[in-house]
């Protein structure tokens, strides 16, 4: 799962990114504005923010984030503790607030308390549809009983889809979630790889249902279809 940190304590920030990397694919931002623009990517599983931050605080972020529609799950980090400061957030759409300082162990328990609430936090080392199962640790993808070989990145293409079932991905969305939005790398290898991720699943006797969606991007969906879409 991804997750971004967006906190001007650079120090404090890494040493969060640390303790979280066992469970997520961290990513950092140390301003408000730098922060926004990693968020309206629209790729992360939560957003850690803080308020106190140069050139746009975390309300700002939040509010902008809102407004845009962005409903990526966002927990407050903050030393603003009175009553007022709290309700605020959480009426901007925040999800939880932790004072500064805190336990690592409890933010940990509450990004998980807050995905768990939002639908996307799994407990289980595997995602299954029907006769495919996607072993996460190994990142071994089977059908049935027989092992289904991924090449590259093929698995965590395959994983986004089926944890975003019946969810337009754009192209975009896809590339910046599984390339990296700093990659050297064109945004038109999301169309190679979906294609190939079809090729190599009807390979093994299996046609999984990524769909198509004219002008806007691809969708795992969970109605069957005998066509076969091109990327």
Known sequence: MKLLIIEDDIT?????????????DVDFAYDGEEGLYEAEKDIYDI?????????????????????????????????KDSLDDKIKGLRLGADDYVVKPFFREELLARIEAVLRR????????????????????TKRVFLREKEIFLQGKQYDLLEYLLSNKDTILTKEQ????????????MVSVVEVYISNLRKTLKNYGYTLPIKTVRGLGYMFSLEESNEEEKA
Do not use: C, Q
């Open 118 to 137: 939002s639908g996307r936090w799994t407990d289980i080392a595997s995602i299954k549809y029907k006769d495919l199962t996607l072993e996460r640790k």
């Open 12 to 24: 404090l920030a890494n040493s969060i990114g640390d303790y979280l990397r066992e469970d997520f």
């Open 47 to 79: 957003i850690l923010l803080d308020i106190m931050m140069p050139e746009m605080d975390g309300y700002e972020v939040l509010d902008s984030l809102r407004k845009e529609g962005i409903s990526t799950p966002v927990i407050f980090m903050t030393a």
């Open 174 to 185: 896809i590339f910046d979630r599984i390339w990296g939005f700093d990659s050297e790398t």
